[in-house]
């Protein structure tokens, strides 16, 4: 079993930065593929950014390429989600999620466990 815990969400100005943490209980986090999705008010979730078991491998939304980084210390069990030059359109509920794959997924019916979720609000 593995339980997400996200922290980092907050209000900011566009053009601001956020970095989104998640933080896992139990050690097999580190041997799985992991993710970061959203979800605005109204509309679907999404995928934002993913990264494979090592960490040398990742996927980014067309829409956040260039202005979000994913990454991931094994060692300390958490992952992480830089946002940098945010948009008004960024505003959403952020999840972190982890498969049971070593490899990138995009897709969110490939993720097994998920965490609460975290606010990130971006005023123009």
């Known amino acids: 079993q593995v339980q997400l815990v996200e922290s980092g969400g907050g209000l900011v100005q566009a053009g601001g930065s956020l970095r989104l943490s998640c933080a896992a209980s139990?050690?097999?986090?580190?041997?799985?593929?992991m993710g970061w999705f959203r979800q605005a008010p109204g509309k679907e979730r999404e995928v934002v950014a993913a990264?494979?078991?090592?960490?040398?491998?990742?996927y980014y939304a067309d829409s956040v390429k260039g202005r979000f980084t994913i990454s991931r210390d094994r060692a300390e069990h958490t992952a992480h989600l830089q946002m940098n030059n945010l948009k008004p359109e960024d505003t959403a509920v952020y999840f972190c999620?982890?498969?049971?794959?070593?490899?990138?997924?995009?897709?969110?019916?490939?993720?097994?466990?998920w965490g609460q979720g975290t606010q990130v609000t971006v005023s123009s």
């Open positions: 139990g050690r097999t986090f580190s041997f799985y593929a």
């Open positions: 999620a982890s498969t049971l794959n070593t490899g990138v997924s995009t897709m969110g019916a490939s993720y097994s466990y």
């Open positions: 990264i494979d078991y090592s960490g040398d491998s990742t």
